[in-house]
């Protein structure tokens, strides 16, 4: 597997875990609640240690995201860019030589032998 699939995979995983972490943390808002004694029944992690450690983790996620991001961009810029069927082939023929094409020998007609009922063979007998 090329090293580029590797670092998008690892790119989009840690995307969606950004945004599980935003969802999961509280807003500001929610802050007002919890002078009343509703707010820190509601939280795994107790009434400050969630908002700490969702922070890092976001932050540590960010850091890695943008660390991707990056190194993606380095990644496709390695890469050559491919060309249209148009670029190609104005490539191969400024490499090879173009065929040259010789016109068979035509019969030449006499005018005896043109068809009588043509209309120039009827000027000529009169």
């Known amino acids: 597997m090329p090293l580029q699939s590797m670092v998008l995979m690892f790119h989009v995983a840690v995307a969606l875990l950004i945004v599980a972490l935003v969802l999961l943390q509280r807003g500001k808002g929610a802050s007002a609640g919890s002078g009343f004694g509703a707010g820190a029944s509601g939280t795994v992690f107790g009434s400050r240690g969630a908002a700490s450690f969702l ?13 991707t991001s990056l190194s993606l961009a380095y990644l496709a810029r390695q890469q050559t860019a491919p060309t249209s069927l148009l670029e190609r ?14 016109l068979p020998d035509l019969p030449v ?4 032998a043109e068809d009588p009922g043509s ?6 007998a009169e």
């Not at 922070?55 to 660390?67: G, I, M, W, Y």
């Not at 209309?119 to 000529?124: G, K, L, Q, V």
């Open 89 to 102: 082939a104005a490539e191969e023929q400024t490499t090879t030589t173009p065929p040259r094409f010789e």
């Open 55 to 67: 922070s890092r983790a976001t932050a540590v996620l960010a850091t890695l995201f943008f660390a």
């Open 109 to 112: 007609l006499s005018p005896e």
């Open 119 to 124: 209309p120039a063979a009827s000027d000529t």
